[in-house]
């Protein structure tokens, strides 16, 4: 194999201030919101760094006490309680490569010399595919080369595969008096626009299916919490955009929401199942309202500033959520139903400092208007250098929360321009699905159209721009070094698709059938299709200097067509040499860490950013 120049890590990037200030941001304590147990509502469940890694601590509320559970040298990013809450259950794979087992452990914790044990004896490893707890049956979806299983254990017995099929597939909603298992399949082919089918727990056999057709996804999202109630709460997109529906299994009715709001929906439903906590998102924010169902009556709820992240109602009506900007660091907080609304709880130690907010700009772009978000460095005048910061997914989009990443990079002096590309979640149904068939190009026309407004209005220097992504965002960073080498002063991908054949061909089931949705068929059949989406097939137009960062166990962008890409970029002439180093002409780098898709670990994470910024500066000096 090639020897690859290794990128250098920084010992620091500025001065003490702000050296301080970018490590603080990633060392303070982060938590995730926390879940509770349905009947055991004082018991929760959450995940934090607070060792230095991600990993999921127990919390009980009417003790007061918290618990590390986890203790794994990659992290711990997955775990949930059963309905008593006497167990916490957390997914167990292998160095970050995402392929496992459910495992179980007491609450209270473990005696001494005892493990964690199979949540679910007997039920094959895999790639996670759903999961469903209920007081008698469990429902888990796994996912393996040869398609995806549904097992369904009754509590006696060893537990039986109820579904099974080579496309794409996953466990949706169990009803409360657990007769009825909702799933999300692909049968049709098309896992990015799934179909719903409901199963009878007592046999597995099938009792209702629904399907809105071509291009028209549905997602079911939750059983009314009342038992005997048959609703189902869906997502489905027949109107252009993600919304509601309700459908009553039992009686195959549906009742359509059309709820009187831009941009997109999700909901859930309260404890009482006669209203639902809505998500409202539009131009890259987050706000929360309550939807009576009998009245149709929308209410927006007067939670704190900022965009929301999670949220669930609690027995007492309390709205337990995040929230956080681009500004301010994430915070727990708690809206009781009087109206007053508090921090639930504090992370321990300093709470991250803050950053500069985001702006707002709209581009016309040849597919429609294209929304980014910009942040500048303070007491820094135009035009100035920049990072073009590229979201993965594709189906997500950047967003008015706060990052630690963003942050660094505004320390740094580059103004951070966050691009929500044709492909991105948020905009309707035909602004995410504008990528199928041509993935990669067309997402770069968008990038292209906001660089050009970014130059032209004098806001970034043309000539020290730098595109830098992860995941899907690395993906494109790398294309875009090939396909558009004269507007970039270097490209950074982090864990990137850079060889899309060997791609396909090496990674998770899950994947490959959200990429044959996405391209119309697989290498064989659309083999022109994925050679004009590789960034391999650009190699030989690559000019800027490139920064890869791969983790050796990553199941969605693997590490051998890493390899592929820099095996051919090394055979490379006529790529800029990356000025400020010591090892001569150096025109690419690479940064491999013993990870999968990313790290938990934070002076990992911090060493990715800490890389990736003294790359850029090498490169715009």
């Not at 609690?314 to 508090?342: I, Q």
């Amino acid at each position: 194999m090639t020897e690859h120049p290794a990128a250098p890590v920084p010992d620091r990037l500025f001065d003490d201030e702000r050296e301080q200030r970018w490590r603080a941001r990633f060392t303070a304590t982060r938590m995730s919101r926390p879940g509770w147990a349905r009947d055991a509502p004082d018991r929760s469940v959450y995940t934090s760094n607070s060792s230095g890694t991600t990993e999921v601590y127990v919390w009980d509320r009417a003790a007061g006490t918290h618990r590390q559970v986890t203790d794994r040298r990659s992290g711990t990013l997955t775990a949930t309680l059963p309905p008593d809450g006497g167990t916490v259950w957390w997914f167990a794979d292998t160095d970050g490569d995402e392929f496992g087992h459910w495992v179980t452990e007491p609450f209270a914790g473990l005696t001494d010399g005892a493990t964690a044990a199979a949540a679910v004896a007997g039920v094959e490893d895999g790639y996670p595919a759903g999961l469903e707890i209920g007081r008698r049956v469990v429902a888990v979806g796994t996912s393996t080369d040869d398609g995806t299983k549904i097992w369904l254990h009754r509590g006696d017995g060893p537990p039986e595969v109820i579904y099974t099929h080579a496309e794409d597939a996953g466990v949706g909603a169990l009803s409360e008096d657990e007769t009825l298992l909702a799933i999300s399949h692909s049968e049709h082919g098309d896992s990015r626009h799934p179909s719903v089918r409901v199963l009878r727990v007592s046999d597995g056999a099938a009792v209702a299916e629904k399907s809105d057709g071509e291009g028209k996804g549905l997602t079911p999202l939750a059983f009314a919490p009342i038992a005997g109630d048959g609703r189902l709460l869906l997502l489905h997109e027949r109107h252009g955009r993600e919304e509601l529906l309700i459908w009553d299994v039992p009686a195959d009715t549906e009742r359509e929401l059309p709820l009187d709001l831009p941009g997109e929906i999700v909901a859930d439903f309260y404890p009482d199942g006669r209203s639902l906590l809505v998500w409202h998102t539009h131009a890259a924010r987050t706000r929360l309202h309550r939807y009576d169902l009998d009245t149709g009556e929308l209410t927006e709820l007067p939670v704190a500033p900022g965009c929301i992240g999670s949220a669930e109602v609690r027995p007492d009506g309390t709205v337990e959520y995040t929230c956080s900007s681009a500004a301010e660091p994430p915070a727990v907080r708690a809206l009781r139903p009087d109206g007053t609304d508090h921090v639930l709880i504090a992370p321990p130690g300093q709470r991250a400092p803050g950053s500069v907010p985001v702006e707002d700009l709209w581009v016309d772009g040849p597919g429609g208007r294209v929304h980014a978000l910009v942040a500048r460095p303070s007491g820094v005048e135009g035009p100035a250098p920049a990072v073009f910061s590229l979201h993965g997914g594709p189906h997500a989009a950047d967003e008015d929360r706060f990052s630690a990443a963003r942050a660094a990079w505004v320390d740094a002096g580059f103004v951070v321009v966050e691009v929500n590309y044709r492909g991105s979640t948020g905009y309707g149904s035909a602004w995410r699905d504008a990528i199928e068939g041509r993935p990669g190009l067309t997402e770069l026309e968008d990038v292209a159209a906001v660089f050009d407004r970014c130059v032209e209005s004098g806001l970034v220097d043309q000539k020290r721009c730098v595109v830098e992504g992860w995941s899907w965002g690395g993906y494109l960073a790398l294309l875009a070094a090939g396909t558009q080498p004269d507007r970039w002063a270097a490209s950074l991908a982090g864990v990137p698709v850079a060889d899309y054949l060997t791609a396909y061909a090496d990674e998770m089931e899950q994947l490959r059938a959200f990429d044959r949705a996405l391209f119309g068929g697989s290498p064989q059949e659309r083999p022109e299709a994925y050679r004009v989406a590789s960034p391999l097939t650009y190699v030989a137009e690559v000019r800027a200097p490139v920064l890869v960062l791969a983790g050796e166990n990553d199941p969605r962008c693997p590490i051998r067509q890493v390899d592929n890409y820099l095996d051919a970029l090394a055979e490379r002439s006529g790529i800029e040499p990356l000025v400020g180093t010591s090892q001569g002409d150096v025109h690419y780098q690479v940064s491999r860490f013993d990870a999968g898709h990313g790290s938990l670990v934070v002076d990992e994470t911090m060493r990715h950013i800490a890389t990736e910024i003294a790359f850029a500066l090498r490169a715009v000096a």
